[in-house]
């Protein structure tokens, strides 16, 4: 590895302040709100930091208890925030969260706009950070934020490429940012430029059309970009990886009593990059990872995944175990 690498994976996004009723009552009934914080990009990167990775959050704050309370909590779980851009004048987006038990579903309101991020000066973003990482890490909810954002990935991407940096991008597309046509035309620059790929079986209908078992969706979005690896995930019903040269591995999901399941697929994201850099020519175990990862992170309330290696390695060793995964 150069010398000039400090950091494994550099991750672009937002976090917002998150509201969440308690015992899931109903957000127009609730007498109190607990207060954590949750942002895709940045859920990754305290996954990444807990198993011992180096993770940096690149992003924008507004100098106030709110800018402060996300960079300290990042902070504590060894999240490198030294490039954030401070704002003097600005806010932090909120979203409240209604958790759901089945039938009913879990409900989620943003109040976002004009956030920090989504005003960021494209001139003041340090896009030499990208320089020294492994990896660069992004999300199909950034550049639905604003122009801005949207300005902030194409030039990170660029940087990227200028230093061999690979781009993991994962689809995560937010009905509530955009429509699956402006969804379909804004990540075309992203798929022409990604190298690992990540999208939900969901995701994929919806933007792209694409139908069949999430082994032919994968085909189809490596036929529709320029990714060497694409993940498909079917929550409950397991992941599939398929490469360039036509390899494909499936792994299940295990059982899990679903505690929070809002943060599982940024788990996923993290537990996969946490052996894929490692070995990024043994998929299987990279599935197994990101199973495993997301599983733990289910059973316990709020975005951020608070996991420990050990505790990755015995999810890792009980799937294993029962020879859940399978390579056709």
Known sequence: MPSSVTTDVLSFGETMIRLATPDYERLETAATLD?????TESNVAVALARLGRR????SALPDNPHGRRIAGILRAH???TSHVIWSEHSRAGVYFLEPGAAP???R???DRKQSA???VDPERVPYDAVDSARLLHLTGITPALSERCAEVCRRLIARAREHDVPLMFDVNYRGLLWTPEEAAAG???FLDHVDLLFCGQGDARTIWGLTGDPGEVARDLLDRSAARLVIVTAGGAGATAVTRDGASHFQPAPSVDVVDPVGAGDAFAAGFLDSWLDAPQDIPAALRSAVASASIAMTMPGDLAIITASELAEAIAALDHAGDD???
């Open 187 to 189: 990540l075309q620059f």
């Open 55 to 58: 993770a940096t959050w690149l």
């Open 104 to 106: 009913r579903p879990t």
């Open 108 to 110: 989620v309101i943003y």
């Open 35 to 39: 207060v954590s914080i949750g942002g």
């Open 78 to 80: 060894g999240v490198d």
């Open 117 to 119: 991020l989504a005003t």
């Open 326 to 328: 399978i390579v056709r």
